[in-house]
């Protein structure tokens, strides 16, 4: 199961890259007045994320249970972040487009990627747990 959870933050952690990059490119770092997500809670959240995989990984590798805690705890602000973002780009998503007005940054996002991300992000989330709680071990 820790492995799983390990291959499903990888599948998380590609899509986050898609999302950031995007961001990244089309401005959002660049204009933050012009994107409904503050800078603070976009890197907040990517480097809570890392510090979390690197845990994660230490744990696997040194097998100490109070890794896998310490991962899950990351994990908790991590999940909140990425839940703030979504509420604040799901109007963005559904708003029709002025051209007055400068497009923001994650108006372009592949709503399938922020799907995917989020969906594989819940299943981290569980796994990471489950393995914590001893569930599954051998």
Same mark, same amino acid.
């Given at each position: 199961?820790?492995?799983?959870? $390990? ?8 899509? %986050?890259? #898609?999302l $950031? ?14 994107? !409904?997500?503050?800078?603070?809670? #976009?890197? %907040? !959240?990517?480097?809570?994320? #890392?510090?979390? /995989? ?5 744990? /696997? ?5 109070? /890794? ?5 705890? $990351? +994990? ?10 979504? +509420? ?10 002025d ?10 996002f592949?709503?399938?990627v922020?799907? %995917? !991300? %989020? ?7 569980v /796994? #990471?747990l ?9």
């Amino acid at each position: 199961m820790a492995i799983a959870a $390990l291959i499903l933050w990888l599948l998380t952690a590609v899509g %986050g890259f #898609v999302l $950031l990059g995007t961001w990244i490119a089309r401005g959002g770092a660049r204009q933050p007045n012009s994107s !409904h997500l503050p800078v603070p809670v #976009v890197f %907040g !959240h990517f480097l809570l994320a #890392v510090a979390g /995989l690197i845990v994660w990984i230490a744990y /696997l590798a040194l097998d100490d249970d109070a /890794l896998a805690w310490v991962a899950f705890g $990351l +994990l908790i602000p991590v999940a909140l972040l990425g839940f703030a973002m979504l +509420l604040r780009w799901l109007p963005v998503y559904r708003a029709r487009t002025d051209a007055e007005a400068p497009e923001p940054a994650e108006r372009r996002f592949p709503v399938a990627v922020v799907g %995917g !991300h %989020g969906v594989f992000a819940v299943a981290t989330v569980v /796994l #990471v747990l489950l393995t914590a709680l001893g569930v599954g071990g051998s």
